[in-house]
C-alpha cells in the first residue's frame, strides 16, 4: 500500500491520534491506548482516541467533542454520529474492536456492523488470548471486509501500546519437531487450527535455507542457539525484509496473531537432479509460544 493510498493516510492518522492517549507507566493495570478514524473514501469523517477526545464532521467541519473518559474509541464516536449514513465508509481502529457485550449495550464490533460499515482497517490483534482474533469472526459472519494495517504502522501501534501489550507474556503451549521434502512441499503448519503458524521455506544451499513470510512476520534470532536464550521474540522483528537467510543452529521466529513459532534449524539439503539426485530435505525443532493473561 502506498503512502498516499488514503487507506495509508488514514492508518498513520489513526497510529498517531492513538498516540494521544496518555498512560501512567507505573500503572498496575493499564489500559489500551486506542484510537479510530472513520472516513470516506478520502474524506476524514470523524476520529477519536480513547480518554482523551475527538472530532465529528458537523456539516462541513470537524467539531470538537469529548466523550466519557471509559467510553471505548469506536463507541464514542458512533454514539456523537448516531443517525450517520457509514455505508460506504470505512472504520481504521488501532486494536482489535472489543466483541464481549457490556452490561450498557452492544460491544464495538457490533456496533460498527449494526452502523452498517463494510470495509474496517485494523493495526493489533488484542493480546488477550480469550478474545483475540474474536473480531475478524464476527466481522467475517457479517460480511464486513477487514484489512490489516501495513506492516510497519501496526508495529509502530504495537509499540506504542507495549505496557499494555506487556500484561499478557507468552509461554510454551507445544514443542516438537519435524522433517520434510520443502522443495516439493514449501511450507509445514505448526499448531492447532485456528492458531497456526504458517511455516514457509525456499532454497538456499546445502546448511542454509530462506524462511519466508510475505507479511514480515519472520525474523532471525541472531546468536542465539537455543529457546531459552529468547525471552522476548518481538525484538527480533523489523519490516525491511519478507525473507531471512537462516543456517543449521541458527533459530528463525514467526509470529501470528496469538504468539511465536521458534524454530531450530538443524539440517538443511538443497535438491539435487541427475545422477546423483537427492530430495531437499529441511528438518527443525519447534517451540510454539501463545499469549497467557496475567
Ligand atoms: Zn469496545
Request: glycine share 8%; charged share 25%; proline share 5%.
Amino acid at each position: 500500500m502506498s503512502p498516499n493510498d488514503p487507506h495509508y493516510v488514514f492508518c498513520r492518522l489513526a497510529v498517531d491520534k492513538a498516540k494521544l492517549c496518555v498512560v501512567s507507566p507505573t500503572s498496575s493495570n493499564p489500559p489500551p491506548r486506542v484510537a479510530v478514524v472513520f472516513a470516506r473514501g478520502s474524506k476524514i469523517i470523524g476520529w477519536y482516541a480513547k480518554g482523551v477526545g475527538g472530532q465529528f464532521l458537523d456539516g462541513e467541519h470537524l467539531v470538537d467533542f469529548v466523550a466519557k473518559s471509559n467510553a471505548h474509541a469506536e463507541q464514542a464516536l458512533i454514539e456523537k454520529m448516531h443517525g450517520f449514513d457509514f455505508s460506504d465508509a470505512t472504520a481504521y481502529v488501532t486494536l482489535e474492536p472489543c466483541t464481549k457485550k457490556k452490561a450498557a449495550g452492544l460491544c464495538c464490533a457490533d456496533l460498527l456492523v449494526q452502523t452498517g460499515f463494510k470495509s474496517v482497517f485494523i493495526a493489533n490483534c488484542d493480546p488477550n488470548p480469550d478474545v483475540g482474533g474474536l473480531a475478524w469472526r464476527t466481522f467475517h459472519a457479517n460480511g464486513v471486509v477487514t484489512r490489516d494495517f501495513p506492516p510497519e504502522l501496526r508495529n509502530e501501534a504495537r509499540r506504542d501500546n507495549d505496557l499494555f501489550f506487556r500484561k499478557f507474556h507468552f509461554s510454551v503451549r507445544d514443542s516438537g519437531k519435524a522433517a520434510f521434502d520443502y522443495a516439493s512441499v514449501g511450507s509445514r503448519t505448526l499448531g492447532s487450527p485456528g492458531r497456526e503458524f504458517n511455516t514457509r521455506w525456499t532454497n538456499r544451499d546445502d546448511g542454509s535455507i530462506y524462511a519466508l513470510d510475505y507479511d514480515f512476520n519472520v525474523a532471525v534470532a541472531k546468536h542465539c542457539t537455543s529457546f531459552d536464550e529468547i525471552d522476548d521474540p518481538a525484538r527480533w522483528f523489523e519490516d525491511s525484509y519478507y525473507t531471512k537467510p537462516v543456517d543449521e543452529g541458527q533459530i528463525v521466529i514467526f509470529r501470528n496473531n496469538c504468539g511465536y513459532a521458534l524454530v531450530k534449524i538443524l539440517r538443511v539439503r538443497k535438491q539435487r537432479t541427475g545422477v546423483d539426485a537427492v530430495n531437499s530435505e529441511l528438518k527443525f525443532e519447534y517451540q510454539l509460544r501463545y499469549a497467557i493473561s496475567g
